[in-house]
T-cell receptor
């Protein structure tokens, strides 16, 4: 079975400071990792993904994520936080093991950027 | 381009009533799925479909039925609503088959369901 853990329910960061939202995963087979953002009363929106290749991937709105195979982590980062980044962030994993096509999400991390 | 459209946006049901949540996508996506979102539990997969005529269960399928008669539509049926089904429901779609693994999900804006 595959699983995703987001250990922090909430992350607070001052505007202009770097931010990190943590994600670890467990899969059999190759991991395909995604980050999504959810604004109030909206569906999730895709931010970025890791499939293969460079461990540092860049996505929308200045976000990036670092894939670490040995630590089975895929942390979301941004060099300088904006108040408008305040939202709920979800990490998700797919695996090509077993032939089934399921996406597993973490429980989400609320990011609060303080002006 | 509408993307994924869910109706209704809000619904209140009494225990034992049935209803259908509608989901339609106009991106010709083979893969469609239903999630429920509850506080502190993230998104949990209810049912999914890898193409017209093919459906399968997710993590929390009990009390829900689905069908996929066309590529565009993937309705979710609540057979006999219970208070435990109070939640926000999201429909999502993506490319399928070998493209599935590196294709992001596209989400609708959700249906907020309350069962009293």
């Amino acid at each position: 079975a595959q699983s995703v853990a987001q250990p922090e329910d909430q992350v607070n960061v001052a505007e202009g400071n770097p931010l990190t939202v943590k994600c670890t995963y467990s899969v059999s087979g190759n991991p395909y990792l995604f980050w999504y953002v959810q604004y109030p009363n909206r569906g999730l929106q895709f931010l970025l993904k890791y499939i293969t290749g460079d461990n540092l991937v860049k996505g929308s709105y200045g976000f990036e994520a670092e894939f670490n195979k040995s630590q089975t982590s895929f942390h979301l980062k941004k060099p300088s936080a904006l108040v408008s980044d305040s939202a709920l962030y979800f990490c998700a994993v797919r695996s090509n093991s077993g032939g089934y096509q399921k996406v597993t999400f973490g429980t989400g991390t609320k990011l609060q950027v303080i002006p | 381009n509408a993307g994924v459209t869910q109706t209704p946006k809000f619904q209140v049901l009494k225990t034992g009533q049935s209803m259908t949540l509608q989901c339609a996508q106009d991106m010709n996506h083979e893969y469609m799925s239903w999630y429920r979102q509850d506080p502190g539990m993230g998104l949990r997969l209810i049912h999914y479909s890898v193409g017209a005529g093919i459906t399968d269960q997710g993590e929390v399928p009990n009390g829900y039925n689905v069908s996929r008669s066309t590529t565009e539509d993937f309705p979710l049926r609540l057979l006999s609503a219970a208070p435990s089904q109070t939640s926000v429901y999201f429909c999502a779609s993506s490319l399928g088959r070998t493209a599935f693994y590196n294709s992001p999900l596209h989400f609708g804006n959700g249906t907020r369901l309350t069962v009293t």
